[in-house]
Structure formats: C-alpha cells, structure tokens
C-alpha cells in the first residue's frame, strides 16, 4: 500500500466521521426546538393540562385558606423535588464511577441515594393533596361570595328582607 492509498483512506474515512458530527448537530438543534418553553409571566400558564404552583398562588391570593394550601404544595413540591435530585445524583454518580473505573460501587451511599429518591414520593403525594384541597376550598369560598343572599333581618329602612351579594 502507498502513501496515496493511505492518505486518500484517512480522507474518506476523516469525510464519514464529520458527516456524522454533522448530522448529530443537526438533529441536536431541530430537536431542541420541540422543548423550546415560553417564559411569558402575564398570563396563566397550564403545564401538561395542569395548572402550575405560581399560577394557582396568583389565582388564589385573594381567599387566604385556599392561598395557605397553595403554598404548602409549593414547600413540598420544592422539598420533593431537592430529594428526587440529589437522592439521583448520588445514586448515578455512584453506578457511573464503578462503571467507568471498573470497581463495585459504594452500596452505601447507593441505599442513601436511593431512600432520598424515595422519600420524594410521599413528598409529591402531600403536595398534589394540598393542590386539590387548596383547588376545593377555593371554589367553595368562591361560591360563598359570589352568591347571593336573603335574610331576614334589619335594614336601613326597618325589619324585612335583606338581600346581600
């Protein structure tokens, strides 16, 4: 073989492997585009078909009970979520570096990561309590005030009927 041949398969075989590189970048960017998010903060965002913690809290500013739950959802909702993440990287970082160094990993630390995984479960589970209980009590304190009432009772005018809004 002469360093023509040799030479020419490099280029060839240097052409295939940036075509490659190429292609992944490309895939890489037109499938970004499929998570693009938008961040606008003036209107009410439903996520998945659900509404979203600071939306709800905006919602719900005005009926303080409902407001309360709101924001103990959102406490959960942030402490399940800080468990979920470090509980995982601990847990991958453990499995990683025995899989990349070839080692047995740290089943230690491996348990620790994932009971921390585990324990964001019940925390999820009381925040989507307190979201629909926070939803209920809002509508209930809602109809309270957006109904009208009669009653008996004294006016400006005497003893009658009282109608309120």
């Known amino acids: ?3 023509k041949e040799l030479s020419l398969c490099s280029i060839i075989h240097l052409a295939d492997m940036m075509r490659r590189i190429i292609g992944f970048f490309v895939l890489t960017l037109l499938t970004s585009f499929l998570f693009a998010q938008n961040n606008d903060k003036d209107t009410l965002r439903e996520v998945n078909g659900l ?8 919602v719900t500013k005005d ?14 909702n942030a402490l399940g ?7 995982g990287f601990i847990l991958a970082y453990q499995l990683t570096d025995a899989f990349l160094n070839g080692r047995t990993p740290n089943w230690t630390w491996s348990g620790i990561g994932l009971g921390l995984v ?7 589970k009381m925040c989507n309590n307190r979201i629909y209980d926070g939803i209920d009590l ?11 009432h009669l009653d008996l ?12 809004f």
Not at 81 to 87: H, L, M, N, R, S
Not at 153 to 164: C, Y
């Open 1 to 3: 073989m002469n360093s």
């Open 81 to 87: 979520t800080a468990f979920a993440y470090t509980g």
């Open 138 to 148: 809002y509508y209930i304190e809602k109809e309270k005030r957006e109904s009208a």
């Open 63 to 76: 009926y303080p009970n409902a407001h309360k739950l709101i924001k103990q959802a959102g406490t959960y």
């Open 51 to 58: 509404w979203s913690i600071k939306a709800l809290k905006e």
């Open 118 to 124: 585990a324990l964001s479960a019940p925390m999820y």
């Open 153 to 164: 009772g004294f006016t400006a005018n005497g003893f009658g009927f009282r109608l309120s």
